[in-house]
Nanobody, 117 residues
Framework: QVQLVESGGGLVQPGGSLRLSCAAS????????MAWYRQPPGKQRELVAS???????NYADSVKGRFTISRDIAKKTVYLRMNSLKPEDTAVYYC???????????WGQGTQVTVSS
């Protein structure tokens, strides 16, 4: 099991930027995949971006070109840089880790991102 703690959420105006951080309790180098999900108000949780053990990244179509997922192995942290934010990006953002590619996974507690003028 890996503990995940998100930070960096907040209120931002449309067009603004935020960087979310996800600090892990153990080394992330060997974790099969880590990702950011989000859950907008009244909607289901959805995948935003992921990064694999080998560094391969993947993005939801709605955030391509605006969001960037990255990791700092030495700091055991995964980031989500969010630019050109839109009101529809408003959601609780969750960090996710699947250590071995099987059924077991871990989630953070979530951080609120609100995009509003």
């Amino acid at each position: 099991q890996v503990q995940l703690v998100e930070s960096g959420g907040g209120l931002v105006q449309p067009g603004g930027s935020l960087r979310l951080s996800c600090a892990a309790s153990r080394n992330i180098f060997s974790i099969y995949v880590m990702a950011w999900y989000r859950q907008p108000p009244g909607k289901q949780r959805e995948l935003v971006a992921s990064i694999t053990r080998t560094g391969t990244t993947n993005y939801a179509d709605s955030v391509k070109g605006r969001f960037t997922i990255s990791r700092d192995i030495a700091k055991k942290t995964v980031y989500l840089r969010m630019n050109s934010l839109k009101p529809e990006d408003t959601a609780v953002y969750y960090c996710y880790a699947n250590q071995y590619g099987g059924d077991n996974s871990d989630w953070g507690q979530g951080t609120q991102v609100t995009v509003s003028s």
